[in-house]
């Protein structure tokens, strides 16, 4: 509830972030031209200002991959357009197998 009250936007830019992850809602729908891409634009203009990452959760279906891949050149996403669902045990095999040799 940013933006009013003691919860003013300046507050926003002084917390410690590394970056900010978006609901999967915030994805769904991009695909097509309308209220849910100029949502998104916006809260990339947000990141932006906030000099942070985001980080765009639930993107299931490659046409949602490729609208992210057309709005900005920093891209960290999940959800099953990039990759499945791993367990906490799984990740460090996963990881290991995509170091270069």
Known sequence: EFGSGCSAWGT???LPLSWLKLDATFCSGIEREGEPRRQL???F???????QS???CGV???AELAVLEGMTESLLVQGDAVGEVLSAEEV???L???QPQ
Do not use: E, Y
């Open 12 to 14: 926003l830019s002084q």
């Open 41 to 43: 634009n916006t809260l």
């Open 45 to 51: 203009a947000l990141a932006r200002v906030l000099q």
């Open 54 to 56: 985001l980080i765009c």
């Open 60 to 62: 299931d279906h490659p």
């Open 92 to 94: 460090a095999g996963w």
């Open 96 to 98: 290991k197998r995509r």
